[in-house]
T-cell receptor, first 114, second 116 residues
């Protein structure tokens, strides 16, 4: 089934540790995104990539980094996790060729930083 | 500034009642798109509708309908004859012009609980 796969589904992490959330899509979408969801704040964009080899900062990029080596993969790295990064992280992708592109979301990764 | 406000944090209704979820947006752009997404208890985000700023025609899809009014910068969502399966968090979102490909600005979300 075409879509977005995120891993891990859930993770508990000690503060200061490095963590990479994985995201893979099989729809050949050019654009990919990472959002975090926090109660009362909705979803906020962390980083995005319009095409392989390019990335950009979203609304809340501090403490996170991304890479886009190919079309399918868009990992999100927390270099040194802090408790404020406890959240649910959603990866998404879209195909701009379709016009006002609709985002397809992964199932989310729940991260708890202690 | 671009912003989406969903003033209703939580709504609780009894099955078969109609319910309207409010969405107010702010943007200086003349071209933009508006979206609604549903997040059921399972956690995934499901696309419901997309609307462009030039199309103010209301839309109906089964029990769902959307009222887009540029004059009041609102894009409200109504569920008619609500069902327990409609229980979810609903997000309204704004997409700026095509130069910001796909970057959605989300509202805070409205949690809808439909009781049997």
């Amino acid at each position: 089934i075409a879509g977005i796969t995120q891993a891990p589904t859930s993770q508990i992490l000690a503060a200061g540790r490095r963590m990479t959330l994985r995201c893979t899509q099989d729809m050949r979408h050019n654009a990919m995104y990472w959002y975090r969801q926090d109660l009362g704040l909705g979803l906020r964009l962390i980083h995005y990539s319009n095409t392989a080899g390019t990335t950009g900062k979203g609304e809340v990029p501090d403490g996170y980094s991304v890479s886009r080596a190919n079309t399918d993969d868009f990992p999100l790295t927390l270099a040194s996790a802090v408790p404020s990064q406890t959240s649910v992280y959603f990866c998404a992708s879209s195909d701009p060729r379709g016009g006002a592109n609709v985002l397809t979301f992964g199932a989310g990764s729940r991260l708890t930083v202690l | 500034a671009q912003k989406v406000t969903q003033a209703q944090t939580e709504i609780s209704v009894v099955e078969k009642e109609d319910v309207t979820l409010d969405c107010v947006y702010e943007t200086r752009d003349t071209t933009y798109y508006l979206f609604w997404y549903k997040q059921p208890p399972s956690g995934e985000l499901v696309f419901l509708i997309r609307r462009n700023s030039f199309d103010e025609q209301n839309e109906i899809s089964g029990r769902y309908s959307w009222n887009f009014q540029k004059s009041t910068s609102s894009f409200n969502f109504t569920i008619t004859a609500s069902q327990v399966v409609d229980s979810a968090v609903y997000f309204c979102a704004l997409r700026p012009p095509s130069g910001n490909t796909g970057k959605l600005i989300f509202g805070q979300g409205t949690t809808l609980q439909v009781k049997p």
